[in-house]
């Protein structure tokens, strides 16, 4: 099949991962595609979450299908709409995924529904016609690139949505984990004052406690120790 062809498919059970864009129609279409992303990922999952479910229908969907990803070790990164904290069956949603290692956040507002899988498939919604259940899959690396990155801005600016511990059971502060993500991130001082509105010296010392408390001597050494405690 052409790597440039975008085609349509209303009843996927496979698809060829060589076509680089494909719409996907009908809710079990759409169903089984999920599913067959979520047993596939191995490193991490990362979505904005624009929709609500009072039902909590579609939040036992989800459950059914990431449950053996939470077991393979995979990471789930995922953030939501600020008014999903206000929403019962998402605080329900949120504490079973914070159970299950995965990390939630709120925005204010967010751009459209997406979900990448390992920074290689895109999912985003698509309009079909008829009101029908429908998404485009993109897998051209420069497009899942730049989403991934786009994901990326918006998860440092973003506001931690239940329990942030580190792997000894201690909560981990939304400045600290902030710090580190934009370290992370290759950020300078100056750069990381402006984003977080502080002066270079509480910057410095706050670094300097963090690099104490991971017993690392240099930033990238702290970065590594940050990733293995789960903070970034």
């Not at 129609?25 to 169903?31: I, L, Q, R």
């Not at 239940?162 to 991130?185: K, V």
Request: hydrophobic share 40%.
């Amino acid at each position: 099949m052409d790597r440039a062809k975008c085609v349509r498919n209303s009843q996927v059970k496979e698809w060829d991962s060589n076509v680089i864009t494909e719409i996907i129609e009908g809710a079990n279409a759409v169903d089984d595609v999920l599913k067959s992303l979520c047993s596939g990922a191995k490193l991490e999952v990362c979505s904005f979450i624009t929709g609500y479910d009072e039902s909590g229908e579609r939040f036992r969907q989800a459950r059914t299908r990431n449950t053996d990803l939470f077991a393979r070790g995979v990471r789930s990164r995922s953030i939501y709409l600020a008014e999903a904290r206000n929403q019962e069956a998402t605080s329900k949603h949120v504490k079973w995924m914070n159970e299950q290692g995965a990390e939630v956040r709120t925005l204010p507002d967010l751009p459209m529904q997406m979900t990448i899988y390992d920074a290689k498939v895109a999912i985003l919604p698509f309009r079909a016609k008829h009101g029908k259940h429908a998404l485009v899959i993109h897998r051209e690396p420069s497009v899942v690139y730049l989403l991934q990155s786009f994901f990326n801005l918006n998860w440092t600016a973003a506001s931690p949505l239940g329990a942030t511990f580190d792997q000894d059971g201690s909560p981990i502060s939304t400045g600290d984990r902030t710090l580190l993500e934009l370290l992370s991130l290759g950020r300078i001082d100056k750069e990381i004052c402006a984003d977080m509105g502080l002066s270079p010296r509480t910057i410095a010392s706050r670094i300097s406690t963090l690099m104490t408390k991971l017993n690392a001597k240099t930033r990238f050494a702290a970065g590594v120790q940050a990733a293995k405690h789960n903070w970034v």
